[in-house]
């Protein structure tokens, strides 16, 4: 009985470290377990991932670059349009990429646009409906301008054809300045000056019908601009639609002769300062079955010449020619 007793106990303490010994081991490896990392924590083989990201990156790196060259700047002599009158010319070629400019300094200087920013407020009033150029005669206040055929119902066309600015306040002032500056800023514009809306700084009028910020007022821009700016209208990478620039070119269209090859879309701009002219232009684009270029005629104060808008149509024409 005794022996038994003791053989019993002697089972018992082997069962109970046993036991002991179980627990201690699946503890272990419990805390074995937590410190090895999940499956998710693992580091994966990273040759896989980073040469896709090498690749992407220099997609990108390449594309950014491609969009990103500077177009070739060619001064070139022009002089034998200009007959000593002070001046400057841009041809943009976007095909090939460059610039043709004569005088670069006066090319860079920026001026009041004066009526070719007839371009850019037609643009804005024909892409917000502001105007429809089948329903768009506006009425004369019966105040007699200097201008003749500024004194008599006018409609679009022809307000445009005869640069008539009192017709022009009126689309402005509809526009509103909201939209202008978000327009003028859309189209990097110059300055995108408009804090002169009425145009008082003017000094060679104070009639409120017509002055503005676009006529020898805060709005500036130079002849490079006017050209990249036209660009940005009518180019491929355009953010105007396909009506509003149709719209546009039917009214900026240069009458040519019929056996012409090219086509000139512009528009003729002067400013004057105590009387005397200082700001003359002329600037669009032109065309062929081949190509398109933009272009910007720009004359200053020239004392003993003619400076004029016609006489920077006059020139421009002469340079387009010979370019195309």
């Not at 012409?260 to 002329?282: E, L, N």
Request: glycine share 4%; proline share 3%; charged share 25%.
């Amino acid at each position: 009985m005794k022996k038994t007793t003791i053989s019993f106990k002697v089972y018992c303490c082997v069962l109970t470290l046993s036991v002991f010994a179980l627990i201690g081991c699946s503890k272990e490896n419990d805390i074995l377990a937590e410190n090895q990392p999940s499956e998710s924590q693992v580091p994966k083989n990273t040759s896989q991932t980073e040469e896709p990201a090498k690749e992407k990156t220099e997609t990108v790196s390449d594309k950014f670059q491609e969009e990103t060259v500077e177009p070739v700047i060619t001064e070139i002599d022009w002089s034998k349009y200009f007959k000593k009158i002070n001046g400057a010319a841009v041809i943009y070629d976007p095909t090939e990429h460059c610039y043709q400019i004569y005088n670069q300094k006066l090319a860079s200087t920026r001026r009041s646009p004066c009526s070719t920013f007839k371009i850019v407020s037609s643009l804005i009033a024909l892409e917000h409906g502001i105007l429809e150029p089948d329903n768009s005669t506006r009425t004369w206040s019966g105040e007699v301008f200097w201008n003749e055929n500024w004194n008599k119902d006018i409609d679009f066309y022809n307000a445009f054809h005869d640069s008539c600015v009192w017709y022009f306040r009126e689309v402005v002032d509809e526009i509103g300045k909201d939209i202008t500056q978000r327009e003028l800023n859309r189209l990097q514009y110059g300055n995108c000056d408009i804090s002169d809306w009425r145009g008082k700084l003017n000094n060679n009028n104070n009639n409120p019908a017509l002055t503005g910020f676009w006529i020898e007022s805060s709005l500036l821009v130079s002849p490079k601009e006017q050209t990249e700016v036209i660009e940005r209208i009518f180019g491929d990478n355009t953010t105007y639609s396909k009506k509003t620039r149709n719209q546009l070119k039917q009214v900026m269209l240069l009458s040519e002769p019929n056996d012409s090859t090219v086509s000139i879309y512009g528009k003729t701009g002067m400013g004057k300062s105590h009387g005397i002219v200082v700001d003359a232009w002329y600037t669009g684009f032109a065309e062929t079955d081949e190509k398109r270029i933009y272009f910007c005629v720009y004359l200053g104060q020239t004392d003993n010449k003619n400076v004029s808008s016609t006489k920077a149509k006059e020139i421009a024409v002469k340079i387009i020619s010979a370019y195309l």
